[in-house]
């Protein structure tokens, strides 16, 4: 497995945003797929965004329109920026990465969407 690097969680008001980025700390190679997943306290993981081979992009049908996955390719980083935050975003969120060393996870950013 590789291990990935969250970063750009924090506190944010109620309608503002934040980018989050991950990446390996290490080479990785034959990456299929990478994408974003939440937790919320006493709530089930979910899953968020994802690109799948580099240019498959889906979104949980409740967050499209406020959060885009983005990928820059030459640096094996994968971004999502997020808009218009409400409270109920609040949650840590991991990055997921599944590639030729298998199934990878990050240890995960808060978000906390509060006034």
């Known amino acids: 497995q590789a291990q990935l690097v969250e970063s750009g969680g924090g506190l944010v008001q109620p309608g503002g945003s934040l980018r989050l980025s991950c990446a390996p700390s290490g080479t990785i190679v034959g990456i299929k797929s990478m994408a974003w997943y939440r937790q919320a306290p006493g709530q089930e993981r979910e899953f968020v965004a994802g690109?799948?081979?580099?240019?498959?992009?889906r979104y949980a049908d409740s967050l499209q329109g406020r959060f885009t996955i983005s990928r820059d390719i030459r640096k094996n980083t994968v971004y999502l920026q997020m808009n218009s935050l409400k409270p109920d975003d609040t949650a840590v969120y991991y990055c997921r990465v599944q590639s030729a060393w298998g199934d990878s996870w990050g240890q995960g950013t808060q978000v906390t969407v509060s006034s």
């Open positions: 690109i799948v081979n580099g240019a498959n992009i």
